[in-house]
């Protein structure tokens, strides 16, 4: 985007010519977390054992940057693969389809994708209890490191993420169930989880993570670590429905 660092450059040393014979040595400024965003919101609702639903993401700084360079260089029957890989929801029987894009082509607006899915057999029935999993989104998933690295952690962009899953209400259903409210902060990263249910039967979950390095040093990946682990034992958690006859 305009007027910010690229991520190349972003908190390193740079060169700055003063005139023909002077010249400082600057560092170049990183780009914040909040600016690098991304605002997930999806609907969902139960058919069968499959959870099916309508989405729409919005990115802005380099998160929109990165994602709009990828899908420049895919035909569009390709962008399905993309954000499979980029954003998997659950597990490998993800299947998004019929994206839709605006703002791709202007660098200084955000990038807005409209999409569907479909994750088939996610969704338990035992007698008249039903159990969905709504915390979708772990962006951490491959980033558990080793706890004796002597090399820091180098990122290409500190940035912030905020997934809402809504599921809407169905008929005979009621809530039996949310999982409780669980959060991890510290100067450089954190989470947040929190569930809520509507009178009308329709549940929220909204999950935030913020990753605010571009380089993590080396005696701080055990804390990292530690934050990894707290966080995938916890996406399994499931919002648990009555199903009335």
Known sequence: ?????????????VLMA??????????APMIPAAANSLFDTVHVHVEGSDLVGTGVMRLQG??????????????????DDQLRTVHM???NRY????????????????LVLRYRFRIPGVVTTTGTERFLPLDMEFPWRDEH???????????DFATLEKYVTILDPAPGNSVAHLP??????????????????????????TTEYRTGYILLPADRVPDWNSVVDAREHEIN???VLTVNP
């Open 1 to 13: 985007p305009y007027g910010l660092p690229s991520f190349y450059i972003q908190g390193k040393e």
């Open 18 to 27: 003063v005139d023909s014979d002077h010249y400082e040595v600057l560092r």
């Open 62 to 79: 380099q998160e929109r940057a990165s994602m709009a360079r990828a899908l420049s260089w895919l035909p569009t029957d390709k962008w």
């Open 89 to 91: 929801k659950l597990n």
């Open 95 to 110: 299947q998004p389809d019929s994206i839709t894009t605006t703002g791709r082509e202007d660098r200084n607006t955000e």
């Open 145 to 155: 490191y080793q706890p004796d690295r002597t090399e820091p952690v180098e990122r």
């Open 180 to 205: 409780g409210p669980t959060s991890m902060n510290d100067p450089l990263f954190g989470y947040s989880c929190n569930y809520a249910a509507g009178a009308d039967g329709q549940v929220t979950c």
């Open 237 to 239: 958690r499931s919002v």
